[in-house]
């Protein structure tokens, strides 16, 4: 059964940092495109940013455009994102998901494959 399992969310101050990391098992890594998702309370799912199998290319939410940096690692079957100059508004679990496709990565049902989720709590 394919796992994905987040980690590094915690509570920062506003202006922070936090890199978080999403470690994959029992799925071909390089064939699957990255993606992190979020969502704060009482809020949709919203898209944060996506990265294909090769790591060379990527898309971000506008929200986060700057902020926000998705890598992957194939040798570990990690992606991470480095989140700088955090904002309250950033406050939200955040998930990593999987995609067999890589398109329309901002739709959260091209993702056949969720973790369970971080929590990522900024205090102003």
């Known amino acids: 059964q394919v796992q994905l399992v987040e980690s590094g969310g915690g509570l920062v101050q506003a202006g922070g940092s936090l890199r978080l990391s999403c470690a994959a098992s029992r799925l071909t890594f390089s064939n699957y495109a990255m993606g992190w998702f979020r969502q704060a309370p009482g809020k949709a799912r919203e898209f944060v940013a996506a990265?294909?199998?090769?790591?060379?290319?990527?898309i971000y939410a506008d929200s986060v455009k700057g902020r926000f940096t998705i890598s992957r690692d194939k040798a570990n079957n990690t992606v991470s994102l480095q989140m700088n100059s955090l904002k309250p508004e950033d406050t939200a679990v955040y998930y990593c998901?999987?995609?067999?496709?890589?398109?329309?990565?901002?739709?959260?049902?091209?993702?056949?494959?969720w973790g369970q989720g971080t929590q990522v709590t900024v205090s102003s």
């Open positions: 998901a999987a995609s067999a496709r890589w398109g329309s990565m901002t739709n959260q049902y091209q993702y056949g494959y």
């Open positions: 990265i294909n199998w090769s790591g060379g290319s990527t």
